[in-house]
């Protein structure tokens, strides 16, 4: 198959950049769109040119390294499944222009062409997205059965990569959807509780202070995210820190 | 040189508490005067790192992925094992011990394994009480399912995401510790080499891979938990970013790499579809549950449909050759069944690499549901990759290398021959022998960081009061000198090839060589053409772009040019072990009836290698593995 790709090249944090074309050929249709861009990258190397740079570890759509924004969509989620390595050039049809940037967003910067930093969201993380506990003083795993409805949901939000597709969709950049996914895993747990107050504070501040936007409800992050969060967990941080936020005023904060 | 690996005395079951019990502790108040560098941060690194930091110690982390949630540890799917006897089903720390030491093919420390069983139940505390989701049942108490190689049900689970669960929590207790101060984290910053002050680890050589800039950092031990090296092979299913140059690096200034030969094949990978192909994906070991494999047993069958091949023109080569597991033998054996299926000519799918894995009978047997309940997911995937559809055709499968059970040498208190220098995690060779049991390799990650380290470290640092290295030791300048020179020449060949296409033929050449199958003709055969694949490397790679900025291509470059020369030790390894072992098969040493035939007189060690200098065969040195309470037998599945 081939494809004319107009792709995203920036050097470096401060530099400005732009579209640039590049004609992909003779990729076999059972490809991922990663290994497209391996064989392009090859090639500009043959021809003594460098590289496009993009992020990419595991390739299996766990790790949440891999970030394009294949014709505007994160993930370019319409065709694929998942994540931007689970997608597939049979998906593609022969000859198609595809355009690809990295995940845009204020919070994200630009490392060089497709790569950005998502350092905001291991710091949204730090501001209390994790329960305190120590290790070897923890109870006997069986001494405190929970639900399993409730460790079932807990898990649909644990499932969580932390790609920042679903900050890339959203016209606003809202982190809405990770952060409400990491405070409902927690949250829901009993182990969580005590934290439960400080959590959804802190990591709410922390994400405003990374200049993430707010949440009106477009549901373009649930439409693109690869690990099927659901948006409704962002009416449930948004009752946790509304409560939170008064109990706060009385001191009365878990 | 004689290797003392520190195993303390008394009965097995004992030795771990004697060792806590008179473990040197370093005080609260002296705890923060030391500074540990941690490199690495999948389950070894981030828990050690958490605890560590916890406990008040300076930490500075380091990983290469953009996050240090992105390590590899995520990607593992089916579990992690811990003797908690939960199912009340005869499970038990000797148990799981001897389970391990078992399918490691008598190749592994008898303390070490015993200790990883021992801790293994509160490694589960442990994450439960962090929020780790695992699977439960209606009643609210923990969920186990059975895995190969043992006969009860001791694997706990999240989903078919244990890994990513597990490194979640590890990981967002060592970012509760950056939030305190007492981790710093250097994310997409690449340890390029270890630093030596009179005879001890005490700092690394550091490249900021966003800016290209160079630097020191000094410390007063340094915890290597850099995983495996199974990347050497070009494909696998490790992350593309793993490689053996952390570990490498180590080896060079004379850490001793133990077993390199050993490396674990896994049965049930998606096949190889062409040469652009960049990595291999498994399809969990659970498939084979239900699944049945199968290759036709006429050569020219093999292009037809496999509809059209009828029952009696099918050869279940698993269950004819091992009626008691048939299709549930262990990963080895699986794997290299596999492998003579398609030497034999009978393999399927394009290029011949490939069996199926069939699930008719299970959908005639359970249904369409049950099948879809069970395994949907995985199917999806399959369907994803491969644009079949497995519920109507049988899923095709081919082995790929998954997991290295070598990695440096390292004592009962997982120091390595340097001191200061620990290793933790695949990177160490310690506790899986010739072959690692399922479910086992996320138990080791996270004993070493969270409850060995934070016990044995102490036996270091207590030597080190009031030794704190100066920063500005010449041995800083001088190994930053040998970095920096190493990278000028990588960009500085400007020849025709690319660094992605030397890997790839190192990768063919060793899993040719030294794969699922060895023999003497093939590794020496392999040991003649490495030199010079990485002699041509040195004349004709070209590296694009400049050291002082991004640049992925260089990144690869290094750690290519290390696999160049690691690949040969490795085929250097396999060829000495004149032995069937585990995950290491040698053609020449086998049973009459094709089952790995090992040699207890003369291979019942470990084999630790000794870097003696560019150009000079390095120097064999074997610890000796000594039985005080199991009797190694031969493994049956027949």
């Known amino acids: 198959m081939n494809f004319h790709l107009k792709v995203w090249r920036q050097n470096g944090t401060s530099g400005t950049g732009k579209l640039v074309d590049y004609e992909a050929r003779n990729i076999p249709s059972e490809a991922s769109f990663l290994e497209m861009l391996d064989i392009v990258n090859e090639d500009l190397v043959s021809k003594g040119e460098e590289p496009i740079a993009f992020d990419h570890d595991c390739r299996e759509g766990i790790c949440g390294m891999c970030s394009l924004t294949i014709n505007g969509v994160p993930h370019g989620k319409d065709r694929g499944v998942g994540t931007t390595c689970q997608l597939y050039m049979r998906k593609f049809k022969d000859g198609e222009t595809i355009t690809i940037e990295p995940f845009r967003a204020g919070a994200f910067p630009l490392q060089k062409d497709l790569a950005v930093n998502r350092g905001a969201l291991d710091r949204i993380i730090q501001a209390g997205g994790f329960i305190s506990e120590r290790s070897g003083s923890a109870p006997d795993a069986n001494a405190l059965p929970i639900p399993k409805p409730i460790a079932d949901t807990a898990m649909d939000a644990a ?51 990374e200049g993430f936007g707010n949440c009106s409800n477009y549901y373009e992050c649930e439409a693109v995210c690869p690990a099927h969060i659901p948006a409704s967990f962002i009416a449930m941080l948004n009752r946790d820190y509304t409560a939170a936020s008064i109990r706060e005023t009385t001191s009365a904060t878990a | 040189m004689t290797l003392d690996s520190k195993i303390p005395a008394g009965p097995l079951d004992r030795k771990w508490t004697t060792f806590k019990n008179n473990a040197k502790l370093i005080a609260p108040n002296n705890k923060r005067k030391f500074d540990i560098i941690i490199v690495g941060s999948g389950l070894a690194g981030a828990s050690a790192a958490a605890t560590l930091g916890e406990q008040g110690f300076n930490i500075k982390c380091f990983c290469y992925q953009d996050s240090p949630r992105r390590a590899h540890s995520i990607a593992a799917q089916g579990g992690i094992n811990a003797a908690k006897n939960y199912q009340n089903d005869g499970d038990s720390v000797y148990r799981l011990f001897y389970d391990t030491i078992k399918g490691g093919d008598f190749r592994s420390r008898e303390a070490n394994v015993y200790r990883l069983a021992e801790v293994s139940a509160a490694i589960i505390d442990q994450c439960v009480a962090q929020g780790v989701p695992f699977a439960r049942e209606y009643g609210g108490l923990l969920a186990n399912r059975s895995f190969g190689g043992a006969q009860v049900s001791r694997t706990f689970y999240a989903r078919g995401q244990t890994g990513q669960q597990l490194l979640l929590g590890a990981y967002q207790a060592l970012q509760a510790q950056i939030a305190r101060g007492s981790v710093k984290m250097f994310p997409r910053t690449e340890m390029l080499d270890l630093v030596i002050v009179d005879g001890h680890a005490k700092g690394i050589v550091v490249r900021d891979m966003v800016t290209g800039e160079i630097s020191t950092h000094a410390g007063d031990a340094v915890l290597l938990c850099t995983g495996g090296y199974g990347n050497a ?14 570990t490498y690096r180590a080896y060079k200034r004379g850490a001793l790499f133990a077993n390199p030969c050993y490396t674990q094949i896994h049965p049930t990978c998606i096949p190889v579809s062409g040469n652009y192909q960049s990595k291999l994906t498994l399809m969990s070991e659970s498939l084979r549950n239900d699944g049945r494999v199968w290759v036709p047993k006429r050569r020219e069958d093999c292009g037809k449909p496999p509809h059209e091949i009828p029952e009696e023109d099918r050869d279940y080569y698993l269950e004819r050759k091992y009626p008691s597991y048939g299709n549930l033998a262990p990963r080895d054996i699986s794997s290299r069944s596999a492998k003579e299926a398609c030497d034999d000519g009978r393999g399927v799918g394009p290029g011949g690499r490939g069996v199926y894995l069939d699930f008719a009978d299970a959908i005639k047997r359970l249904g369409l549901s049950t099948i879809q309940e069970r395994y949907g997911n995985l199917f999806e995937m399959y369907e994803n990759i491969t644009g079949e559809n497995a519920y109507e055709r049988p899923m095709r499968i081919y082995p790929a290398v998954h997991y290295t059970m070598g990695g440096l040498w390292v004592d009962y208190h997982l120091s390595s021959n340097i001191p200061g220098l620990h290793v933790l995690g695949e990177a160490n060779f310690s506790d899986h022998g010739a072959n690692r049991l399922g479910a086992s390799a996320l138990m080791q990650g996270l004993a070493d960081g969270y409850f060995v380290i934070p016990y044995t470290i102490g036996e270091y640092l207590s030597t080190q009061f009031g030794k704190k290295v100066d920063p500005h030791h010449p041995a800083f300048e001088a190994t930053k000198k040998d970095v920096l020179e190493r990278t000028r020449k990588l960009l500085s060949v400007q020849g025709t090839r690319s660094v992605d296409s030397f890997h790839r033929e190192l990768g063919l050449l060793l899993w040719d060589k030294c794969g699922m199958a060895r023999d003497k003709a093939g590794l020496t055969e392999a040991l003649e053409k490495i030199p010079q694949l990485r002699e041509e490397f040195w004349k004709n790679v070209r590296v694009p772009g400049s050291g002082d900025s991004f640049n992925q291509s260089l990144e690869m470059a290094g750690r290519v040019a290390d696999f160049l020369e690691f690949g040969e030790l490795m085929c250097l390894d396999a060829l000495t072990r004149e032995e069937s072992c585990g995950g290491h098969f040698r053609t020449e040493y086998q049973t009459p009836d094709g089952e790995a035939l090992r040699n207890d007189e003369l291979f019942a060690h470990v084999a630790a290698w000794k870097y003696e200098g560019e150009g000079k065969p390095p120097t064999l040195i074997k610890e000796p593995l000594v039985y005080e309470t199991v009797k190694p037998a031969t493994r049956s599945y027949k």
């Open chain 1, 159 to 209: 499932a969580c990569i932390g790609c920042g597709a679903c900050v890339a969709a959203c016209p606003n950049s809202s982190a809405m959807l990770f952060v409400s996914a990491k405070a409902a895993h927690l949250n829901l747990l009993p182990q969580g509780k005590p934290e439960k107050d400080r959590r959804v504070l802190g990591m709410v501040r922390q994400m405003d202070a």
């Open chain 2, 233 to 246: 092979f070009y494909l696998s299913t490790n992350a593309k970013g793993c490689n053996v140059t952390a």
